[in-house]
């Protein structure tokens, strides 16, 4: 036996199998029309039958049948019907076995034509009730599959949405940034976690304009408000670059950035934009700001120290020639103490105004002896403010120091107390053996210098030791306190303030400490 097997035998064993199905398919429901044309028969064996139209129950038979198998299954049950009252009723006219032949073959086809007449009608009706609720289903099951794709999309639309919102909310964390929307009609806001942390508040909480205000720092309330309404009233974008105080008490600085949207009426009714953190780039613009004031400070010190310095020798010639012809002890020593100072006017000259870091010598020496040389020229000031003076020296070591840059803090420092004092007062100056307050390890000797001023404000607390800030205006160079703080630097010393504004209790207390074991060389 051979099998063939190739590319058009298995459409052609489908085919086949199909019209097998189908066929089997059309006698099946023409064997059920078969049996519902019996139900006519069994009706009239139940009751009288109508002789005048002994057809009309077989009618209806025959419709159910195309109704319901189509018309093969209407065929068969007007066949099987018509058969069966030819046989039981036209043949005696009534229930019985003995047949009549009369004239039964055209009534025969006369009900079979109008029975496919019938069916056909009826299989079309059907067909057509049958298509008009296909195509309905078809819509609806169209309908329910749009609502599923749209239900679908706005899901997938909703996740993508969120996905975005996480990964902007991302992308803000990351960037140390927050975003903001204000309803400027009803002064509403929604802020991201970002923007409330940026600015030192609890995330989730309140949220509008005032809130905003009233965490920017005091000096750039009214330029932040001022810019503010201009993007208002012009319906245009907003910038501005402001600090806030954080709760733990340092400035941050933040640039904001926005942009206002009309509405029917032309007028601004809300604004949107983020904000992120600065403070990097405005300390480095500061320190840059910082350095270049230095810059220009120290091609100016150099020409003015040329031009100090040298009316400076000469004065100092000139006392050395006046002494020379000057009689008695009292006067010869004012000469000298004259020329002594002189010296260290220049010499500081050259110190402060160069910020030349030119190398001075450098020796053991006591801190007492240093304070009162810087006193010789202080005492004559204070006696004239009518400032007490006391000092108080104890135990006090030596340590390694240059005394010309040590008298040059002392001054600045000094001068700073008595000037603070605008009435009557006293400055108390205390030296002694200490400790580095901030080890406890290291041995050194430390000045306090004490004073019954006004106090200093917080503001100038913070600034005081930066370069061309002073209090003074018109008189202060605002370089006293940064050349302080570079040479303790330079001695690896350490400053400690503490001051107090109190209208009973006021004053400031400046504490230097100098380490005994600096070993710096700076012949």
Known sequence: MTTEFGPGKEPDRASASLSRAGQSNVLVRALYGALMGT??????VLMEPDHRSP????FPAVVLSAWIW??????????????????FIFATHQVNLAPDASGWAWRECMFLIGSIMVGALTRTAAQQRQQIVTAALEQKLALAEAERISALEREQSAELRLENEVRAQMALDGANAGAFDWDIVTNTSKWSAGFYRLHGLEPGGPANYDIWKSRLHPDDVDRCEAEVMKAVQEVGSFFAEYRVLTPDGDVRWIACQGITHAGPDGRAVSMNGYCG????????????????KLAVAGRLSASIAHEVNNPLEAAINLLYLLRDGVDGEEYTGYLDEAMQQLERVAQITNQTLKFSRTPTRSSHCKLSDLVEGTLRLIRPKL??????????ARGESLFYCSPSEIQQVLTNIINNAAEAITSPGRIRIRISDSLDWRTRSIRGVRVSVADTGSGMSAYTLRKMQEPFFTTKQGTGTGLGMWVVRELLDKHQATMSISTSSHSEHHGTVMSLFFPLDLRTDRE
């Open 39 to 44: 139900l006519p028969m069994l009706v009239s």
């Open 55 to 58: 057809y009309v129950l077989a």
């Open 70 to 87: 189509g018309l093969p299954s209407a065929v068969a049950c007007a066949a099987v019907a018509g058969a069966l009252i030819e046989h």
């Open 277 to 292: 953190d600065v403070t990097r780039r405005k300390l480095a613009d500061m320190a840059l700001l910082q350095n270049e």
């Open 383 to 392: 006696h004239l403010a009518k400032i007490d003076l006391n000092v108080e």
